[in-house]
């Protein structure tokens, strides 16, 4: 199915690895010029030419900044003044005990997962504007309408995303520009993948298996009692920017295998 994306130019943020290179990866087999980013410049361009190779009609580019520092950002932006889709999909997460965290983490994680969204959105949403035209795209978690408490600092940070987005997309009122939030489950990314295997590290089974056995044991509620591939937010985020999702605005969209027992 066209997706009619052909030649737009998408920025990905965190698309080296994960999530983030599985849509990045997914918007380039739609067409998509897409701006690769991560804050190793040589990492950002082993995905840029392994894009230009599978994809080769389209022209990825190394965009490669912190996001966080303000002065990374504007010089991003020098490089890369208009896009027609952001997709902001940075962030960090670590199990944490509530006590154990500090004004200094709280702010960190504050500072990379929020502000860094904001200060790319607060950019590029009036020339989308402008332009009558554009997705901005935020990737949150179902850790941010059901928190488990093991990871308080992240929550928080993803709670504020639906509530930054919705804000966000109050400001497209009349306009065909969109601003939504996806919310992934339990993903299976190189660090999952390798959570899995070091707890497993001594059992003779298959990585299948040991995948069901850590659902069974400690995400009983999941439905589908496997991680979600990021190729499958990948494909689901490509959707979202493709103009078959125009009617969506200001969404929350769960992808969450299930995970959120709740009806909203």
Same mark, same amino acid.
């Given at each position: 199915m066209?997706?009619? !994306?052909n030649? *737009?130019?998408?920025?990905?943020?965190?698309?080296t690895k994960? =999530? %983030?290179?599985?849509i990045? #990866?997914?918007?380039?087999?739609?067409?998509?010029?897409v701006?690769?980013?991560?804050?190793?410049?040589?990492?950002?361009?082993?995905?840029?030419?392994?894009?230009k190779?599978?994809f080769p009609?389209?022209s990825p580019?190394?965009?490669a900044?912190?996001?966080?520092?303000?002065?990374?950002?504007?010089? !991003?932006?020098? *490089?890369y003044?208009?896009?027609d889709?952001?997709?902001n999909n =940075? %962030?960090?997460y670590?199990? #944490?005990?509530y006590?154990?965290?500090?004004?200094?983490?709280?702010?960190k994680y504050?500072?990379?997962n929020?502000?860094?969204?904001?200060?790319?959105?607060k950019?590029?949403l009036?020339?989308?504007?402008?332009?009558n035209?554009?997705?901005?795209?935020f990737?949150?978690?179902?850790?941010?309408?059901m928190?488990?408490?093991?990871?308080p600092?992240?929550?928080?940070?993803?709670?504020m995303l639906?509530?930054?987005?919705?804000?966000?997309?109050?400001?497209?009122?009349g306009t065909?520009?969109?601003?939504n939030?996806?919310?992934?489950?339990?993903?299976?990314?190189?660090?999952?993948?390798?959570?899995i295997?070091g707890?497993?590290?001594n059992?003779?089974m298959?990585?299948s298996?040991?995948?069901?056995?850590?659902m069974?044991?400690?995400?009983?509620?999941?439905?589908?009692?496997?991680f979600?591939?990021?190729?499958?937010?990948?494909?689901?985020?490509?959707?979202?920017?493709?103009?078959?999702?125009?009617?969506?605005?200001g969404?929350?969209?769960?992808m969450?295998?299930?995970?959120?027992?709740?009806i909203?």
């Open positions: 066209d997706m009619g !994306l030649n *737009k130019t998408a920025l990905v943020t965190g698309s994960g =999530i %983030g290179k599985a990045a #990866m997914e918007l380039a087999n739609e067409g998509v010029n701006l690769i980013n991560g804050r190793n410049y040589e990492e950002v361009e082993r995905i840029v030419n392994e894009i190779s599978g009609a389209t580019q190394n965009a900044a912190d996001i966080v520092d303000v002065l990374q950002r504007e010089a !991003l932006f020098k *490089k003044p208009t896009i889709i952001l997709v =940075i %962030g960090i670590e199990m #944490m005990q006590e154990d965290i500090d004004d200094e983490v709280w702010e504050f500072r990379t929020v502000l860094a969204a904001n200060g790319l959105s950019f590029y009036p020339k989308m504007l402008k332009n035209d554009g997705r901005i795209i990737i949150a978690s179902e850790e941010a309408i928190p488990s408490g093991q990871m600092q992240y929550c928080m940070t993803k709670t639906l509530s930054l987005s919705k804000s966000l997309s109050k400001l497209t009122i065909e520009v969109t601003v939030t996806i919310m992934p489950g339990p993903t299976l990314s190189e660090n999952v993948h390798q959570i295997e707890i497993y590290s059992a003779d298959t990585f298996k040991k995948e069901k056995e850590f069974t044991t400690n995400l009983p509620q999941s439905e589908i009692q496997r979600i591939k990021p190729i499958e937010i990948g494909r689901l985020t490509t959707f979202v920017c493709s103009p078959y999702a125009s009617a969506f605005k969404s929350s969209i769960r969450d295998g299930g995970m959120v027992p709740t909203f």
